[in-house]
């Protein structure tokens, strides 16, 4: 299991952290934020695939930024899994 560190652009935030095995995603937290929505999501994608997460939370946008949390969590997964193949 590899662990990784994200730092979401245009998001309340900080940072996500997650671990990933092959294309399997747990462990999900993000620093910063509101606290219980976060928490929520980071309980429902817990052994989730990359595929998996992006097609649920790609492309959702919050109070008009043109993206959210979520989308910024299949963004950082996404990464990483580029990453892992590089």
Same mark, same amino acid.
């Given at each position: 299991?590899?662990?990784?560190?994200?730092?979401?652009?245009?998001?309340?935030?900080a940072r996500?952290?997650?671990?990933?095995?092959?294309?399997?995603?747990?462990?999900?937290s993000f620093?910063?934020?509101?606290? &219980?929505?976060?928490?929520? =999501? +980071?309980?429902?994608?817990? /052994?989730? *695939?990359? !595929?998996?997460?992006? &097609?649920?939370?790609?492309? =959702? +946008?919050?109070?008009?930024? /043109?993206? *959210?949390? !979520?989308?910024?969590?299949?963004?950082?997964?996404?990464?990483?899994?580029?990453?892992?193949?590089?």
């Amino acid at each position: 299991m590899q662990h990784f560190e994200y730092k979401p652009r245009g998001v309340c935030p900080a940072r996500i952290s997650f671990d990933m095995e092959g294309e399997i995603v747990h462990n999900v937290s993000f620093l910063g934020g509101c606290d &219980g929505n976060l928490q929520a =999501i +980071s309980r429902v994608v817990e /052994g989730m *695939s990359v !595929s998996q997460i992006e &097609g649920y939370f790609k492309g =959702i +946008s919050c109070g008009g930024k /043109g993206t *959210s949390c !979520s989308d910024q969590l299949a963004a950082a997964v996404r990464a990483a899994c580029e990453n892992q193949k590089a």
